[in-house]
């Protein structure tokens, strides 16, 4: 059973429109939720995090926002530039740390010229 | 500064054989953990290695092991090893056991 879902496989934005990724999750009990980014044959890169005391964190052209009460995140990139087109993967994470990060099945961006 | 490095890039190896992936954290940082990524999946979580203990481990049966150094560098040995065990594998270091993490680009094991 998918503790984190990202459902949709790819999305396509125009270079300096806003490109908006959405990851859904089960379990009210996580304490952290992080946005990574990988780009093929790379690992991935961490962006940006957002604890579940708060519901929002900016960072440059990156923004993630947290809807606890529909167990929502999304994470905002504007204006989108054609080195963001990369897989991201929405990540969860509980205090204790003994379970490690638990990640969507991510979203293919590309960024179109 | 050096990131997570991981050796080697890429292995082939047949049904029943043994696997050891190896992992040198970041300078500084004393967790080590490990995650697999099959193709079109996230990656899922293996083992964490805090201070040579194992703090973590995830839903993979016994034939997979870890280990840490003392210099915090780290070992992932995979046994009897199956067509499915084909994937990246991952290895991510922090300076604890919290995040974030961060990533060497992985080991890609191909099993035939």
């Known amino acids: 059973d998918q503790q984190v879902k990202q459902n949709s496989p790819s999305l396509s934005v125009q270079e300096g429109r806003i490109s908006i990724l959405n990851c859904d999750y089960t379990?009210?009990?996580?304490?952290?939720f992080l946005w990574y980014k990988k780009y093929p044959a790379e690992g991935p890169t961490f962006l940006i995090s957002?604890?579940?005391?708060?519901d929002k964190n900016e960072d440059g052209r990156f923004t993630v926002f947290l809807n606890k009460s529909a167990k929502h995140l999304s994470l905002h990139i504007v204006p989108s530039q054609p080195g963001d087109s990369a897989v991201y993967f929405c990540?969860?994470?509980?205090?204790?740390?003994?379970?490690?990060?638990?990640f969507g099945k991510g979203t293919h961006l590309i960024i179109q010229p | 500064d050096a990131g997570v490095t991981q050796s080697p890039t890429h292995l082939i190896k047949t049904r029943g054989q043994h696997v050891t992936l190896r992992c040198s954290p970041i300078?500084?940082?004393?967790?080590v953990s490990w995650y697999q990524q099959v193709l079109g999946q996230g990656p899922q979580f293996i083992f964490q290695?805090?201070?040579?203990?194992?703090?973590g481990r995830g839903n993979f049966p016994d034939r997979f092991s870890a280990r840490q150094f003392p210099n915090y560098s780290s070992e992932l040995n995979v046994n009897a090893l199956l067509l499915g065990d084909s994937a990246l594998y991952l290895c991510?270091?922090?300076?604890?056991?919290?995040?974030?993490?961060?990533f060497g680009d992985g080991t890609r094991l191909s099993i035939l």
């Open positions: 991510a270091s922090s300076l604890d056991s919290a995040w974030p993490q961060h």
């Open positions: 379990n009210s009990m996580f304490d952290y």
């Open positions: 957002i604890s579940s005391i708060k």
């Open positions: 990540a969860v994470y509980s205090g204790g740390g003994a379970d490690g990060l638990t």
């Open positions: 300078s500084g940082h004393k967790s």
């Open positions: 290695y805090y201070e040579k203990e194992e703090r």
